[in-house]
């Protein structure tokens, strides 16, 4: 149920920094966060160095950010996208004689959609796309060792390599033709998943209640309080199907492999759209059914095994857990006294052993740390290192400290760190991820760091 769709996949795979972390093991993506550089509010006009390069032998033009593109297939398109407009495309890129990704295999020949966005840094594909229209076709290339420099580049890249897109701009439309587009096309699916699940209450004999946006819920076991509030907290079990009821995911049954609870901030976007809805309908300790139209879930596009346009059904309960604070306290202090160690604790919770004290000053707030980790979850589970080569990405982490590009307890802790320190941080889950979890590091969990400072900027 989380909203993980695929404008946001590509899009991250479409910036180079990004697409290069998530290659390597997620190295950046289980530590970068809300990253400034990839905030910035962009014009939304496109700079006009955009639109003069070098004419190359080949019939490439070469952009002054090192880009160069060649439009294969002229489209009947009337405008070059703008910032803020929507597009449709079909596209795959090459390292080498590798493809690399490939979005018709992904969306079972269907263009992805994605929002058009100033480019990320150098060789954003993104770049190109602001010079194309809709019906173009275009090869755009990189040279990797360009990447390499920034440290970017894949371990398996050789000399030489490039990293080659091929597009096909399948549509351009604004903000306001890309809503209208999608309202009347939600509200024509609307319908007809109406009619399928009024068959299905029918056929098994079902009275659920039906919300305003097209929601059914049962609810089967009435909790205790309040009903649940935007920007509130909860944890949840549950488990997904479809009509027919065969399940696609679950918490709760061992054979999708994650039986945790799973935290979210409701109301907030994070999930889809009808458990946005449908939890704010219960209290803790409630048991319910979901019966979610598509567009109230991830509507028109493939999802991770949910065909597009589904109907699903969430059986969900709300879970009453103790304060996480307490709770993960009490888990690091038992951990620390069962492996004998004598850790110090700050006022946020963050607990730290610093085993070897380094030179100078601590690192500062606003300073580049480059460092050395390895992150472990309580039970020993190591999640991510690069210093392990098995995680595929042996090179140096950099970030700018105290800027919110990494979590809170790594913003904390490395400030009481210098040049050359190692040490361990045993950091409580809202220092952490919190109740979302990321990847492999599950919702509301504890996490253990070996850290090494091996640079601070001056």
Request: charged content about 25%; some cysteine; proline content about 6%.
């Amino acid at each position: 149920m989380r909203k993980i769709s695929k404008i946001s996949l590509l899009s991250g795979l479409l910036s180079i920094g990004l697409f290069f972390s998530l290659t390597t093991a997620h190295a950046q993506d289980s530590k970068l966060k809300n990253n400034p550089a990839l905030t910035k509010k962009p014009t939304k006009k496109v700079d006009a160095v955009l639109r003069k390069g070098q004419q190359l032998p080949d019939g490439f033009t070469l952009l002054p950010s090192g880009l160069e593109y060649k439009i294969m297939e002229h489209g009947d398109g009337k405008k070059n996208p703008v910032i803020t407009d929507h597009l449709e495309l079909n596209i795959s890129y090459h390292i080498g004689d590798s493809v690399m990704f490939d979005s018709r295999k992904m969306n079972n020949n269907n263009p992805v959609p994605i929002p058009c966005a100033a480019p990320r840094g150098p060789g954003d594909p993104s770049e190109v796309f602001m010079l194309m229209v809709a019906g173009d076709s275009a090869v755009i290339r990189y040279p990797l060792d360009s990447l390499k420099k920034a440290g970017q580049a894949p371990p398996f890249a050789k000399p030489g390599d490039r990293i080659t897109y091929y597009v096909k701009m399948v549509s351009v439309k604004s903000d306001a033709e890309d809503k209208k587009d999608a309202t009347e096309k939600a509200a024509v699916q609307i319908g007809i998943d109406d009619k399928l699940l009024q068959a299905h209450f029918m056929q098994n004999n079902l009275k659920p209640k039906k919300t305003a946006s097209g929601l059914y819920y049962v609810i089967t076991k009435e909790g205790k309080g309040d009903n649940i509030k935007v920007g509130q907290n909860t944890s949840v079990y549950y488990t997904g199907m479809f009509l027919d009821g065969k399940k696609f995911d679950s918490n709760t049954d061992s054979a999708f492999h994650h039986m945790t609870p799973f935290g979210l901030e409701v109301g907030k976007g994070r999930v889809i759209k009808g458990w946005d809805e449908g939890l704010q309908l219960l209290k803790i300790g409630s048991k319910a059914t979901f019966y979610i139209p598509s567009p109230l879930a991830y509507g028109p596009q493939d999802q991770r095994g949910i065909p597009a346009n589904s109907i699903l059904v969430f059986d969900v309960e709300i879970l009453d857990l103790p304060d996480q604070s307490k709770l993960d306290d009490k888990l690091i202090t038992e951990y620390l006294a069962k492996n004998n160690i004598k850790a110090t604790k700050s006022a946020s919770g963050l607990y730290y052993v610093i085993t070897q004290k380094g030179l100078g000053e601590n690192a500062k707030a606003g300073k580049k740390v480059t460092m050395n980790y390895t992150g472990k979850l309580l039970d020993g589970t190591t999640f991510d290192s690069n210093t392990d080569p098995k995680f595929n990405h042996i090179q140096p982490f950099s970030f700018a400290l105290g800027q919110g590009q990494v979590i809170k307890g790594w913003d904390e802790g490395v400030q009481l760190l210098k040049l050359g320190s190692k040490g361990s941080f045993y950091i409580p889950s809202a220092l952490g991820y919190g109740p979302n979890g990321t990847g492999p590091i599950p919702a509301n969990a504890v996490l253990i760091f070996d850290v090494e400072v091996t640079g601070i900027d001056k």
